[in-house]
């Protein structure tokens, strides 16, 4: 299976908080990411966090690390419609630079 | 950040052929990536390619279909060998940004070859 895990897809009002979750296996991991990518578009990365943080804010992203339970989220306050898009999540697995990447979450902003 | 360019964008190719793409950085880094994301799928990274050495190729994946060439610290090519309909997927290419023999622990992506196979 996948070392890395996420719903394929959420739905969510403009105005509302998206909320994406991500587990992941490795506990040696380093950092963990959030990509986003819009339709026939690249990575852009959103955020990231180090491992030996519990949470992240950058304007309206922000990011929770459970570290004991292998769990992280990304909540986009105040979601617009431009937030539509496909969500990665993933983890840094050597040090070397290897991403582990997860199937992604597809985020559908509906007016 | 480190801004990325990939030639070409996207491609039509025919069976059996290959195909070059490029990867330019407007930087000098140390480690460049290249992933494959197959249709609907999440990516899969294909190999390391750091300057002065031969590429570090990941399970699945070998030199004589997926031949990389790293010649400085801003460019790479990936090579799509004797291609097949499978071989359909977007190829982009990451860096890891902070300089010459700097990380920052962050890595950023090219807008991505995409590349179908008939």
């Known amino acids: 299976g996948e070392d890395v895990e996420q719903s394929l897809f959420l739905s969510v009002r403009e105005g509302d908080s998206s909320v994406i979750n991500c587990t992941y296996t490795d506990s040696s991991s380093t950092y963990l990411y959030w990509y986003k990518q819009e339709p026939g578009a690249g990575l852009q990365l959103l955020t990231y966090i180090f491992s030996n943080m519990d949470m992240k804010q950058d304007q309206r992203l922000t990011v929770l690390l459970n570290k004991k339970d292998k769990h992280l989220s990304l909540r986009i306050a105040d979601t617009q419609t431009g937030d539509s898009a496909i969500y990665f999540c993933?983890?840094?697995?050597?040090?070397?630079?290897?991403?582990?990447f997860g199937a992604g979450t597809q985020v559908v902003v509906t007016p | 950040s480190a801004v990325i360019s990939q030639k070409p964008s996207r491609d039509i190719c025919q069976r059996g052929t290959s195909l070059t793409i490029q990867c330019q950085v407007d930087?000098?880094?140390?480690?460049m990536f290249w992933y494959r994301q197959q249709p609907g799928q999440s990516l899969t990274l294909i190999a390391t390619a750091n300057q002065g050495s031969e590429a570090t190729y990941e399970s699945g994946f070998v030199i004589d279909k997926f031949p990389i060439s790293r010649p400085n610290l801003t460019f790479s090519t990936l090579t799509v060998s004797n291609m097949s309909p499978e071989d359909s997927s977007i190829y982009l290419c990451s860096v890891e940004d902070g300089g010459a023999g700097g990380r920052t622990d962050t890595q950023y992506f090219g807008p991505g070859t995409r590349l179908t196979v008939l």
């Open positions: 993933a983890e840094r697995t050597d040090s070397w630079g290897k991403l582990q």
């Open positions: 930087s000098q880094v140390t480690m």
